[in-house]
């Protein structure tokens, strides 16, 4: 159905069913074999969606910070995601707060997500159109992917940008995006985080429940990872159309704020809607007081300060770069923290999909790696990794039909209910 696959085409050797013994290494062998190419075969069949990964600002998308490349700075760029057989993904038009929920705040931040939305522009229109393309329907998708190219889609992570004017929901969906994430890691205009400790709405703000009343109409998906579970009740009762949880994981299985309870699970799937299960590993699995111990340790090191993310746009060259010869110290310095103190890997990943898949039904989980903004795991730490998750849900029984709703099909369902209920 599409593109050049570098991956081994291994003949069909059927031994299950057979009386292979556990014990002879032969049979092992073949029958891991054969298991692999069962994967590969469903993987290619499949549309592989990833549905958050961040981007940088400015930098993105030029000669400084090209996706088109294997670039070693990325997660997430074309040539991986190429190897790693995904089809498309979400790019993030991530933007900070700044504490004040104000008018030149809000002003800041409505230009900071243009400089980012031109970013995925840039890569889609002039930097590499022979090799992807901005998508923006789900049927688009699929269309995409058949001619070989990877399909680049556009979620706006944190409504703080949005201000007080509700039209710039529309502006933004004029531009692409698909999906609005309504808060970052801080409360905002519109509702409480799952950050903060103490409530500042206590759920939606009365400002929150026009944003979802307009992102219903104009056909925004809302995505509620991130908010709180106050927030998360209300959007629930009011949205007039499924939401997704564009990156999060399960609590039952790890309890970080960020994930969600085996209630709000069945309710995201009597919602109609879809949990893209996150591959960042400090949700997925508590760090340990050693490793949090390390990683404290490191940032203050290192001068590392929280939310201290939006501030780049405002750099100036000489501080830019000194600020990347500090991150690549980080980077570098973080894969021996890994290495000492391991964090959760591709099963405990699977762990949780296995989770939601038991709360919520096989047709409400998908995947939001979170790459380039924390995210990756031992065995699936980068695109080119994806196939590794296919290996591991075949492996424990799921069907190639289960697979493809959890690589995308569940997605593009929620995206489609999005865009029939608008008005
Ligand atoms: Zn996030």
């Given at each position: 159905m599409r593109r050049n696959w570098t991956a081994p085409v291994l003949g069909a050797v059927l031994i299950i069913g057979s009386s292979a013994s556990a014990s002879d290494p032969q049979k092992d062998r073949l029958r891991e074999e054969r298991l692999i190419a069962e994967a590969n075969k469903i993987h290619q069949d499949a549309v592989t969606l990833d549905s958050h990964v961040d981007i940088g600002g400015a930098r993105y998308a030029t000669a400084e910070q090209d996706p088109g490349i294997e670039n070693?700075?990325?997660?997430c760029d074309l040539v991986k995601m190429s190897k790693g057989g995904m089809d498309g993904v979400f790019?993030?038009?991530y933007v900070g707060q700044s504490p004040a929920l104000d008018q030149p705040g809000f002003k800041a931040a409505h230009e900071a997500a243009m400089v980012k939305f031109e970013a995925v522009h840039r890569l889609t229109g002039q930097m590499h159109p022979d090799k992807c393309r901005l998508v923006t329907s789900p049927g688009d998708?699929?269309?995409t992917v058949a001619t070989g190219k990877r399909a680049i889609m556009i979620g706006v992570e944190n409504g703080y940008p949005i201000g007080t004017n509700l039209s710039l929901i529309q502006k933004y969906y004029d531009l692409g995006a698909r999906y609005i994430t309504l808060s970052h890691s801080g409360h905002n205009q519109i509702c409480d985080s799952s950050g903060?400790?103490?409530?500042m709405h206590g759920g939606l703000s009365e400002f929150g429940r026009k944003v979802v009343a307009e992102m219903n109409r104009v056909g925004m998906m809302i995505d509620v990872s991130h908010i709180s579970e106050k927030s998360f009740w209300d959007v629930i009762k009011i949205s007039k159309a499924p939401v997704i949880a564009s990156h999060s994981g399960c609590k039952a299985l790890s309890p970080h704020d960020r994930n969600l309870t085996d209630e709000q699970l069945t309710a995201l799937a009597r919602n109609g809607g879809v949990v893209q299960i996150v591959a960042l590993g400090s949700f997925l699995k508590p760090d340990s007081p050693e490793r949090r111990q390390a990683l404290t340790a490191l940032r203050q090191e290192l001068?590392?300060?929280r939310g201290a993310r939006q501030d780049r746009q405002a750099m100036s060259a000489e501080q830019h770069e000194q600020m990347e010869k500090i991150y690549a110290t980080y980077q570098e310095r973080m894969k021996e923290i890994d290495a000492?103190?391991?964090?959760?890997d591709l099963k405990v990943f699977v762990d949780h999909i296995d989770r939601a898949v038991k709360m919520?039904?096989?047709d409400h989980i998908g995947i939001g790696t979170d790459f380039d903004g924390g995210g990756g795991i031992r065995g699936f730490n980068d695109h080119s990794e994806a196939l590794n998750v296919t290996v591991e849900?075949?492996?424990r029984g799921y069907t190639a039909k289960q697979i493809r709703k959890i690589w995308g099909e569940n997605l593009m369902r929620v995206w489609r209910e999005v865009e029939k209920a608008r008005k």
């Open positions: 070693p700075r990325l997660k790019l993030a038009v998708v699929r269309k903060p400790e103490q409530p001068g590392f300060q000492k103190y391991p964090t959760a919520a039904g096989i849900l075949l492996r």
